[in-house]
């Protein structure tokens, strides 16, 4: 059964600092996504990372996969108010279903 | 990208009463899916509506409780039946993308309240 755990739940920084979000899952799949959710609104996507080795960046945001550790990270860089939201990486199983971390609720203070 | 619209954005209904939600796409899909999450929580998968067959459910989650249709390939309803407070929650629809389908875009989701 795939599993996805990602880490920290929960990471409060200020401003201007640089951090990193950890998805780790338990079995092998071809497709890695980041989502960002906003309090009351609904999931928007940021990334699909579909080999490894891949890297993609948007913003201040960067996403990377390496599918032999079965790890994907979210690096936040220099981070501002705005990004303050909660990241959820999810990952694709046999069945092409998504199969869901819980969430990492990340505040940026200013 | 999909453009995937839900209707009612939110609700407050009594328990015992029934919501039915839809999802509008504004392409063909084959398949949507419908997510409940619940609050502070994460995503869990209700069921995958195919067009033309019957909903796939998932562990947990059974058609008398949540009856889904798919008339056709941009349309979908989920209807919550016999609501309990516990059934407050956001529903999401939500369709693969893209030239390989390998993106999911949601729709705005339905904050349901039930008192």
């Known amino acids: 059964e795939l599993k996805v755990e990602q880490n920290p739940l929960f990471l409060s920084m200020q401003e201007g600092k640089n951090y990193t979000i950890y998805c780790n899952y338990s079995?092998?799949?071809?497709?890695l996504y980041w989502y960002r959710q906003d309090p009351g609104k609904s999931l928007e996507s940021l990334f699909v990372?579909?080999?490894n080795g891949a890297v993609k960046q948007e913003g201040r945001l960067m996403a990377s996969l390496d599918t032999k550790a079965r790890l994907s990270t979210l690096h936040i860089t220099a981070a501002v108010h705005d990004l303050s939201a909660t990241y959820f990486c999810a990952v694709i199983d046999s069945n092409y279903q998504l199969i869901w971390g819980a969430g990492t609720k990340l505040i940026i203070k200013p | 990208s999909a453009v995937i619209s839900q209707k009612p954005s939110r609700d407050i209904c009594q328990r015992g009463t029934s919501l039915t939600i839809q999802c509008q796409v504004d392409s063909q899909v084959t398949m949507m899916f419908w997510y409940r999450q619940q609050p502070g929580q994460s995503l869990t998968l209700i069921a995958t509506?195919?067009?033309?067959?019957?909903?796939?459910?998932e562990s947990g989650f059974v058609i008398d409780k949540f009856p889904i249709s798919r008339p056709n390939l941009t349309f979908s309803t989920l209807t919550v039946s016999n609501m309990s407070p516990e059934d407050s929650s956001i529903y999401l629809c939500?369709?693969?993308?893209?030239?390989?389908?390998?993106?999911?875009?949601f729709g705005p989701g339905t904050r349901l309240l039930v008192l």
């Open positions: 990372l579909l080999s």
């Open positions: 079995t092998t799949s071809d497709r």
């Open positions: 939500s369709v693969p993308s893209g030239q390989r389908q390998e993106t999911q875009y």
């Open positions: 509506a195919n067009q033309g067959s019957e909903a796939t459910y």
